[in-house]
């Protein structure tokens, strides 16, 4: 299977502090890759360098074949991004957004016409085209968001915690999308906090502290660390030292938090 991320032993310091440290994966052509770890493990800043957008400082990677130092503006133009906080004009109507996005891609007019009605139907956006982006619910910006993402047709889209802040149906929803483009071609490159949307990845990587902590399927990583949830495995990385002390201070101090002993 082709690959549409390669990178080996990424690096990126900031003066004297390692952000990411050697950090190499594969992410194979029209997977669902998760890319899991806590805030300031060095998720956005392996993102950025993936992107193009951040040079590296030491390390290699290729993105859909192009050369992450040398041909970065390949990379912007062939990827669509779509960040966590909602990006798109909140006066504009849903149309004029996608209108707008289409011009900045370099769409003509019979290509834009065609894959605006794509996206108002791929994200059920149909009779919400005149409405204004800040009438719409966090559900309905993030799949207008994503939409404006795809006007492009990129091969790889990255996806940082997307549906973070949104109701249990519209991310249930968000993720159907997710798969159906998958399904159809295109690499998604997602981060997420919620280990239920990391299980419906192809494969997940961990990263702590800059560096890649576990990188697999996620049912063999279960398998391979002896543990029922993807959840349990993530905390086992990077949380596990911290819940064993709040659980010894409550424990410890069970009594006095109760209001004193029972009689």
Not at 49 to 73: F, K
Request: charge should be negative; glycine fraction near 10%.
């Amino acid at each position: 299977m082709a690959i549409a991320v390669e990178v080996k032993e990424l690096t990126k310091k900031f003066g004297n502090h390692m952000a990411v440290n050697n950090v190499s994966f594969n992410v194979r052509a029209g997977e669902i890759f998760g890319f899991l770890g806590p805030n300031g493990s060095g998720k956005s800043t392996t993102i950025r360098m993936i992107c193009g957008i951040l040079s590296p400082t030491s390390g290699t990677g290729t993105v859909l074949g192009y050369d992450i130092y040398r041909e970065t503006e390949k990379i912007k133009q062939n990827i669509g991004y779509m960040s966590q906080k909602f990006s798109l004009y909140e006066e504009l109507t849903v149309r004029e957004n996608l209108e707008f996005y289409a011009g900045i891609y370099g769409l003509d007019s019979t290509k834009t016409n065609k894959r605006m009605a794509e996206i108002i139907e791929l994200a059920n956006l149909q009779g919400r085209e005149n409405f204004q982006a800040r009438m719409l619910s966090g559900g309905w910006k993030q799949r207008l968001a994503l939409g404006c993402a795809l006007l492009h047709e990129p091969p790889l889209l990255f996806l940082d915690e997307p549906t973070a802040g949104v109701d249990p149906v519209s991310r249930r929803i968000f993720w159907e999308i997710i798969r159906y483009l998958s399904q159809n071609g295109i690499t998604v490159f997602v981060t997420t906090h919620y280990m239920d949307e990391a299980e419906l990845c192809d494969t997940v990587g961990f990263i702590n502290n800059g560096a890649l902590a576990a990188f697999g399927a996620p049912a063999l990583l279960k398998q391979q660390y002896g543990y029922d949830s993807l959840e349990d495995v993530f905390i086992s990385f990077v949380g596990k030292h911290e819940l064993d002390r709040v659980r010894q201070m409550f424990a410890a101090q069970a009594p006095s938090i109760s209001g004193g002993e029972k009689e």
